[in-house]
T-cell receptor, first 113, second 115 residues
Framework: AQSVAQPEDQVNVAEGNPLTVKCTYSVSGNPYLFWYVQYPNRGLQFLLKYITGDNLVKGSYGFEAEFNKSQTSFHLKKPSALVSDSALYFCAVRDGADYKLSFGAGTTVTVRA | NAGVTQTPKFQVLKTGQSMTLQCAQDMNHNSMYWYRQDPGMGLRLIYYSASEGTTDKGEVPNGYNVSRLNKREFSLRLESAAPSQTSVYFC??????????????FGAGSRLTVL
C-alpha cells in the first residue's frame, strides 16, 4: 500500500520569505513523487516530480523539492515566496510498478504582502 | 489545446437520482482517472483506466461505475446518488513516460451536490 502525509493543514509566510511545504510518504517499492498545485476553483496543475537521480528537483514557478530517502520525505520549497503562490498544494506518490497515484490531504499556503 | 474537458461543471441531484459525468481528453493519453476531492481528505481515486478497454477500482469505488468509451472518453456514472457523494469530481489523463513516470493532466472539475 502507498500513502502520503502532509502534516500541516496551513502554512503562512510573508512575501519574500522562504516557503516550505512538508510531505512524507510510504511505498513498498521505489517511489515516484509529485507535487501539484490547485488555485481556487481550478483543477490541479503539475509542479514537479522525482523519479530517480539528483535528490533536488526543480519545477515550475521557481519551486524545488528535495527527496530524502532515509526520512521518506519530499518537501516542497521556494526561496522567496510571492503573494501569487497562495494556493492549495498536494503531494502525491506512486509505487514504481503501479498506475495509481495517491494524494495527501493538501496544504493551504497563504503568502501575505 | 483543450486538454481534459469535463461536463457538467455543476449539478444538483436528489437522493436516488442517477447521472453521468463525462470526460474527454485530446492529448492521445492512454490512461484516464476519476478522483473525488473532499475537504481535508485530498483527492481519492474512484476508478482508473490504464489503457483503452480496461478499468480498475481505486480507493473509493462503491456507488460508482465507469465506462472507457474509447481512447478519448472516460465517463463516471452514479446509479443512485447519495448525499455522501456530494463532492468535487476531477477527471485526469496521463501517458507513461520512458522514465516510468506518468504526469496527470486534470480537468477543471465537476461540483456535484446531492440533496
Amino acid at each position: 500500500a502507498q500513502s502520503v502525509a502532509q502534516p500541516e493543514d496551513q502554512v503562512n509566510v510573508a512575501e519574500g520569505n522562504p516557503l516550505t511545504v512538508k510531505c512524507t510518504y510510504s511505498v513498498s517499492g521505489n517511489p515516484y513523487l509529485f507535487w501539484y498545485v490547485q488555485y481556487p476553483n481550478r483543477g490541479l496543475q503539475f509542479l514537479l516530480k522525482y523519479i530517480t537521480g539528483d535528490n533536488l528537483v526543480k519545477g515550475s514557478y521557481g519551486f524545488e523539492a528535495e527527496f530524502n530517502k532515509s526520512q521518506t520525505s519530499f518537501h516542497l520549497k521556494k526561496p522567496s515566496a510571492l503573494v501569487s503562490d497562495s494556493a492549495l498544494y498536494f503531494c502525491a506518490v506512486r509505487d514504481g510498478a503501479d498506475y495509481k497515484l495517491s494524494f495527501g490531504a493538501g496544504t493551504t499556503v497563504t503568502v501575505r504582502a | 489545446n483543450a486538454g481534459v474537458t469535463q461536463t457538467p461543471k455543476f449539478q444538483v441531484l436528489k437522493t436516488g437520482q442517477s447521472m453521468t459525468l463525462q470526460c474527454a481528453q485530446d492529448m492521445n493519453h492512454n490512461s484516464m482517472y476519476w478522483y473525488r476531492q473532499d475537504p481535508g481528505m485530498g483527492l481519492r481515486l474512484i476508478y482508473y483506466s490504464a489503457s483503452e478497454g480496461t478499468t480498475d477500482k481505486g480507493e473509493v469505488p462503491n456507488g460508482y461505475n465507469v465506462s472507457r468509451l474509447n481512447k478519448r472518453e472516460f465517463s463516471l456514472r452514479l446509479e443512485s446518488a447519495a448525499p455522501s457523494q456530494t463532492s468535487v469530481y476531477f477527471c485526469a489523463s496521463s501517458f507513461r513516460e520512458i522514465s516510468g513516470a506518468n504526469v496527470l493532466t486534470f480537468g477543471a472539475g465537476s461540483r456535484l451536490t446531492v440533496l
